[in-house]
Each structure stands twice: as C-alpha cells, then as structure tokens.
C-alpha cells in the first residue's frame, strides 16, 4: 500500500492530524542523486543503493510557518533517504528574502534517526499494528513508554531537550 493509502485507508480517523503542504511533495526513487543526496554517499548506514531517496518535486517552496515563526514564510528545502533501519532527513528552512537559516544544518548533514517501530497489517482485526523493534530507543514514543526517571536519565545524557538551545542564554537561565 502507498503512503497516501496508508493514512487515508488504514488511519482515516487520524486523517485530520495531517496537512498538505502546496509544492512540499517528494518523489521517491531507487537513485540517489549525487548533488542532492551527497550525505548518503560519505557514510551511509548501509550501501547507498539498499535506500530509496526522495527530492522536493518543486525543488523547493515557500510556505508559511506554523510553529516556528507563525505566519512568516520559510523557504522548505528536503532531502530524504530512508534504510530499513534508518531515516535520513535533510531538512531546511530560509528566509526566503534574507536567505539566514531559521533551522536545519548549515553544513547539509542530514537528522539521521533510527528506526524505532515497524507497521504491519493484523489481518484478524484489520487493523495497522506497530510494533518495537529497537528496544533501546521504545522510551522516545512518549510517556506510555517510560518512566519519568528514565526520561530525565536520558535526557541528562544527550544534554536534555534540543528547545533549550534555541533560546538565549538569559532564557535558558529563568528555567
């Protein structure tokens, strides 16, 4: 099943959770592009050619942020490639006038995140069942998956929440 089936058919009472974003759509390939997805070929995870790969199908697009500066345009640019284990996200966003970055990496190194879950079809219930294949990772699904000790454990150890670091240092010192 294709990803747009998968949400419309097999999470339709989720499908309100989700919004299109004109001219944000990927294309999906086998081929990874050796301007756009240089990251993949410097360490991949596995051979490059194991991924599929995805650009922006406009090559990029001006939209107005939700959340990170609400109402002000972002110039969205995407690269993505995705393993069986691992997901790679190249992911900016720009001032579309002054071109600064508001967030994403300047170098182009892509969010490489582990593969926490995997989605199966139950066919008795007829239902979308996920389910934990990275146990070390289960207590990033959220408060049903860990204690709060655990939590702040974990936190402490990677430095605790990125949004810290988005704010200045007299913000950081009134939390």
């Given at each position: 099943m294709d990803w747009p089936g998968l949400v419309l058919d097999g999470w339709s009472e989720d499908k309100d959770s989700f919004e299109s974003l004109p001219n944000c759509d990927v294309k999906w390939t086998k081929s990874a592009d050796p301007v756009q997805h240089a990251y993949a070929f410097e360490a991949p995870p596995t051979r490059v050619e194991d991924a599929v790969h995805a650009v922006m199908v406009h090559g990029e697009a001006i939209v107005d942020s939700i959340t990170m500066i609400p109402g002000k345009p972002i110039r969205i640019l995407d690269q993505?490639?995705?393993w069986e284990k691992d997901f790679w996200i190249n992911d900016r966003g720009l001032d579309p006038v002054t071109g600064n970055f508001i967030y994403g990496n300047h170098r182009g190194i892509p969010y490489c995140m582990e593969r926490v879950t995997s989605i199966f079809k139950d066919f008795e219930s007829?239902?979308?069942?996920?389910?934990v294949i990275n146990d070390s990772l289960e207590w990033t699904m959220g408060p049903d998956y860990r204690t709060d000790e655990q939590y702040d454990s974990n936190m402490d150890q990677i430095g605790g929440p990125s949004t810290r670091m988005n704010l200045s240092g007299r913000e950081q010192q009134k939390q």
């Open positions: 993505l490639s995705l007829r239902t979308w069942q996920r389910k």
